[in-house]
């Protein structure tokens, strides 16, 4: 699934002053969301750098990604550290950087996006006293990456992106300090580097992070009904073998508007039990499901979807009506030389015979009903070999 931008939001005018946290506030997001911070801080004029941890009010995970140890500019005691987070809690987050020691010239900038994953693919970071701070190249492998650069700085003059590099779009800066950020989907894997122009020149730490783009979900397509008398087979095809697939079976004013979540659950779109359900495990491209319990004779709607570790499917639906109820088990045929119980047999049970033309012949049948059919007028018909057209008996 491409990654795609939705929203920036920042921690407002870098503080200068020595703090024991920083926040940026207002954060909307959904699960599934992928947030990449970039969080910058400086040592209160010391060489010492800090480690910083991030958290929201929410319950999600921030985890800081590993760049190198360019990530502190001692000569301008300068931090940068950027955190990816997998948005498992929704709502409206507030996200706060805690250091291991107090900071001055603090700041964050959250960027959201979707279609994102957690695993990463490339980082790098750099130092450099420019009007256009590099962080380094890094080559991605995985087409559609979510890239994103950050640059930082504690200069007495701030500084804000004037100029994007290359494909790179999407910059924004912290109103009136020294941190910017930009990004892309990078629509082709390959060497990338995030260069912004900016415009002072200052001692800028770069750095730049690629998350690979999140797992589609299954695809359904082409459903399927097999019915029976009392019993159906629902099935589909898919463009994953793993996972569970799901059917509910009733009318279709009671599937009208069934959502994934109550099919995996056997619901209707009442959230009341469905007539039937039932699942099984997708190990090929042709899942399929059987259900039991319904009437003879009786149009029904199905909805099916899968669920696997890239989460839900689509649903798809469709209509199928159950058979008769009726089955021919068997039958014999029987010499017409007697009476009902005296004629004799003609061959065995379920054998074909040959008959003479003009000889007369006597054919038993066992029809077996299942449920309780409709009264049925029942006609034999024949058809000579190689003729494909049925002729009734009169």
């Known amino acids: 699934m491409p990654g795609a931008h939705v929203a920036d939001y920042d921690s407002g005018a870098i503080t200068t002053t020595s703090v024991s946290s920083w926040a940026v506030s207002g954060v909307g997001v959904s699960v599934g969301d992928t947030l990449v911070v970039g969080v910058t801080y400086g040592g209160l004029g010391t060489t010492t750098n800090r480690t910083v941890t991030l958290a929201d009010n929410l319950g999600n995970t921030y985890t800081e990604i590993t760049l190198p140890a360019a990530q502190w500019y001692a000569t301008n005691s300068t ?81 804000s992106i004037t100029g994007n590099n290359g494909s790179f779009g999407g910059s924004y800066t912290i109103t009136g300090t020294g941190m910017v950020s930009q990004y892309q989907i990078q629509a082709t894997a390959g060497s990338v580097d995030s260069e912004p122009t900016v415009s002072v020149s200052a001692n800028w730490i770069s750095a730049i992070i690629a998350l690979q783009p999140g ?45 994934a979540t109550q099919i995996k659950a056997g619901q209707k779109a009442s959230g009341s039990a469905a007539l039937a359900s039932g699942n099984a495990s997708v190990s090929t491209t042709t899942p399929s499901v059987g259900v039991t319990g319904l009437a003879v004779e009786t149009l029904y709607s199905y909805a099916a979807v899968q669920n696997n570790t890239n989460g839900d499917s689509n649903v798809v639906t469709g209509t199928f009506t159950t058979t008769n109820g009726l089955d021919q088990k068997r039958f014999r045929f029987r010499n017409d030389d007697g009476s009902e119980t005296a004629a004799t047999w003609a061959a065995a049970e379920n054998a074909d015979v040959t008959i003479p033309a003009l000889t007369p012949k006597r054919l038993r049948m066992q029809v077996a009903a299942t449920g309780d059919p409709a009264a049925k007028s029942f006609k034999l018909q024949y058809r000579k070999v190689g003729d494909g057209t049925w002729r009734d008996i009169n």
């Open 215 to 259: 797992a589609s979900t299954a695809t359904l397509s082409a459903g399927t009904a097999t019915p029976g008398n009392t019993t159906a087979t629902i099935g589909a095809t898919t463009d994953q073998t793993s996972g569970t697939f799901y059917v509910v079976v009733d009318t279709a004013a009671n599937l009208s508007g069934v959502t």
């Open 79 to 159: 931090g940068l550290r950027v955190f990816k987070c997998q948005v498992t809690s929704a709502g409206t987050a507030t996200i706060t950087a805690t250091p291991s020691a107090n900071c001055d010239y603090t700041g964050i900038i959250a960027r959201k996006f979707t279609g994102g994953s957690a695993t990463e693919d490339g980082d790098n970071c750099a130092l450099e006293n420019s009007t256009t701070p590099a962080s380094g190249a890094i080559t991605t492998t995985v087409n559609g990456a979510i890239v994103v650069g950050f640059a930082a700085n504690t200069s007495s003059t701030a500084g």
